[in-house]
């Protein structure tokens, strides 16, 4: 293991939420993540985060969560920082996943709320210091209210701010006027870092001045993603639209097959097996696509690849 | 009555949602409804919308809301586009109201879906096919579900898209994830204009081709966000983010006293008031700030109007 | 007009909420209605609700709800007390509306808290006083928070229930820890009346103490509604058990066709229509059945009328 | 360990949803374990349910899990049925708790949907397909959709129902509407067991033929809820209402401090406390109650004692 990364300060640009390879329901695909984790540090990302809903965390056994941030530090070896969701209902399992994370060499955690109870926002406030004391690497707050129940509130993120071991927010509500809120109250705070989920929305937010995305596609399209997030850094607004149409293509024809929520997600792990990178099992309760919803990925996937192409001719 | 004005395609700009201001439970505050009418047009704002959430309209007795419409195209007098809300849950009073803006010479009606029942997306096509099938004014579709408990599906709007009478959208969803798939579903067509309404987010949807704003904000400060509208338009980026820091402290100071979802609101009647223009009153079920908001409205108010001083020297 | 009825204390049995006979959008079914009417009548049921959810009151015009009171206090002529809706997002037209309902003989007004602004619990008492204090018939809460977004909290109607005009509650939530709740913290006020709107929850609630029942399936078949109350007043069990075996028959073949909220409305007024009651027209933005759906209530209909005649026997 | 019990069929009666007496995040209380299974078995319980929402199951470690299941077994004897929670977000993770139960005599497996994807009703089938060929043990489905974010619906219970490893259902939805539509569409099945959760409904329920109640407040009073039971079971409806008016004070007195969700759990836990049975300690994020709720507890215990005697002479 290579010396782990201290987090600059902002953190910021691409972080993909990296989908988990799976053999079955407890085996790591293991060539697969080799592969997939190279190929995203290839394209010039600025970090790695495993473990988020991406990754399917909720769904893995706790051996293998702990066993993939094993596998996953010693694959990325010091390249980027490595960001390790410890996301759960049960306070001291998020704490031992933390602390294997530290031990691996990985650069800080990301914790939703639990997502079980119903809570308010000053049990949230209890449970962000239970956790932020008793850890030794740096937390970024994690907003997902479509699976937590809860939002985090702006306020609660700027109380919860001066803990000087928790260092940024993902924030995946898609909300921005929510997002605009916290930015807002964070402004000045460089060591804040603000990051959105949905791959959608990541280029305005970029504009005006959040700090980077954790976004979805950069698991298959990484360069993409990153070269999006400088255009958008830099305000150049041309580059940013014709980036930002591709994304929206890549989120039209690739996560919008079948009925439910999981279909981005679906979506992902059947391009990234197309692709050859990996296998596209799911783990239960999730189901990877049937022959009819891969072909159409297959060729949307071809659509998209001709498209970038043509941007770079 | 002035010719009224055909809107151009594809509109664009500021459309202010505009207050209604009463002198009580049944009655308008006339002279108030003039100064707040001349206030925002003379800021340079590119259409006037009343009835809508922020003009209280289902808190309004019916009478009001056809005196409403003759007055303000009365006093509006051809200067810009009227769009009138035409939102019901019964769709025979939506038609009325659709007739008396017809006659009184307004440019278009905006209807959310219906709100008292639970509808399918299948019952919503059916629905707004109903009211364009019997509208002489274009209409514009106006996405809710905060109120509303429905959202308009991107596929629906495409679908309803090809009606040659539905001629654009006004999201106030805040999540641009949707907005950006119904502009990514829309692309090219240049005949449906997309607005959205929290003007929280409007400088960054414009930046990425949206074609305008319905904001509360611009009831009191009309021309600012006409000038972020123009820079987001160009693309002019240091602009926006300095103009966008403004409304998003307009929304930080002004809209977020109190605990319910009205605060934004009565904060906008508020500050009207303070400055002069027209009475706070709000008709049942919302009631108007007592003076101890009232008093952190108009010191918030100050404070924000130094700022935009600022801005200009 | 015959004298109204001043409603026994406490008012208790079955007030079937009235479906609303529509010829079309803007014209009742007046023969329809008088039928209607008398058929439900002629089943010994407690008093008659009009204007409610099942009434389509959110759909029809105001002119049309104003002459159904009319026509309907006109029709019952004195022979139960009538209960009249009066939702409404606007305090001033559901004060209209109990005007008229006063003047044309009926006994009590229901209202269900405004449906299109969210509101908190304090601005929900407020509403429910201003309206208390310009009533002159007593009023029933409605709780109905799957279309009106807002649960009358249960201290909130121990809180309203010291007004004397303020006489009791209907609930249609179909939570019984709610509504036990509710009923334990109103116990002996005999002054107070406790209802249930869904049929499926009636003889429950009435045997653990509840005064009756608002339901929709008394609009076809009134007597057993009726005694299904009586048996459950008694703490007959056994009959309970037998009746309630057929309402949720009813509920099951009748109400459970198509897939949005509306398939019970549907089912109600398709089954009136198919026994020679009225007509099955439904108010934008709900249509009645088509062909398909009509049949199979004709033969679920069929079901259930041998399985009432093998009760009998 | 004594041979496990076979379920009887149907399964019927109070089977407690046990709290976890806790001595800290990381340890149970083991004397306070063995006092409070005993004290709930002498109050002549019918089964014992562990590792419910009531027994904090999502905020255990996954080794605490383990040993509660076995310690409580142990402790248990053999004298009533163990019914132990399997819920979790990884089926693997259930899998292996399940296995865990069989091997120290439990009879029975309870399993809510995964509670943080958000599913469609055929992935929740797949799901419990899933489990059902992988289990030993019978297996009862779990409603608790404020939980989980999904209801199980009627038709899914149905679907379900015909694996001969799905035994039953327990419904914490507190919808009576949504219950009864199960109970009649289960109807003539002896072999499949219909429990509710939420105590205040649980006479209804069984005055109407449901199975029994898995109620938290049998964890104080198990002897009360028993007797409750065997009155609805024998329709004895005057026992009913003058012990189901107790069970009603407990709730109102005992679970309504404070402000969140919790108030129910943590009331237990401190009454519990109180009664010199075990530790109030709850594993984050839930916290107990801080002295003040804690006075206010006791002496509501108090009162409630003193009705209980009254009912006994």
């Known amino acids: 293991m290579k010396t782990k990364h201290t987090l600059p300060q902002p953190f910021k640009g691409i972080v993909p939420p990296m989908i988990t390879p799976l053999k079955d329901e407890t085996n790591l695909d293991i060539p697969g993540l080799e592969r997939l984790i190279n190929h995203i540090i290839e394209g010039g990302v600025h970090g790695l985060f495993i473990l988020g809903t991406t990754g399917e965390s909720t769904s893995l ?3 293998l969560r702990h066993e993939l941030v094993a596998r996953t530090c010693e694959i990325v070896d010091g390249r980027v920082p490595v960001l390790v969701g410890i996301t759960d209902t049960a306070a001291i399992e998020s704490l031992r996943l933390a602390d294997t994370a530290e031990k691996k060499g990985a650069s800080a955690v990301v914790a939703a709320p639990p997502y079980y109870f119903n809570l308010g926002q ?47 927010l993902k924030d995946s509500s898609a909300n921005n006027a929510y997002f605009n809120n916290v930015m ?19 280029a305005e937010t970029v504009l005006l001045g959040a700090h980077g995305g954790v976004n979805g596609g950069a698991n298959m399209f990484p360069e ?26 890549i989120s039209s024809k690739l996560y919008s097959l079948g009925n439910f929520g999981s279909s981005y997600l679906k979506g992902i792990k059947a391009a990234l097996n197309i ?39």
């Open 61 to 63: 056994s706790y051996a």
């Open 122 to 168: 000053p049990e949230l406030i209890e449970y962000y210091e239970y956790l932020v004391e008793r850890l030794s690497l740096p937390l970024f707050l994690y907003n997902m209210p479509s699976h937590t129940k809860i939002i985090i509130e702006p306020d609660t993120v700027k109380t919860l701010s001066k803990y000087k071991g928790i260092v940024g």
């Open 184 to 202: 807002n109250k964070m402004k000045g705070r460089s060591d804040f870092s603000l990051f959105v989920g949905p791959e959608e929305i990541m």
């Open 224 to 249: 993409l993603y990153v070269k999006l997030f400088e255009a958008a850094e830099k305000g150049d607004v041309l580059t940013v639209k014709s980036l930002h149409g591709i994304v929206m293509e």
């Open 275 to 313: 692709m050859g990178i990996c296998s596209d099992y799911m783990a239960s309760p999730l189901h990877r696509f049937r022959e009819a919803e891969r072909e159409k990925i297959a060729n949307n996937l071809e659509e998209i690849k001709s498209k970038m192409l043509n941007l770079k001719h």
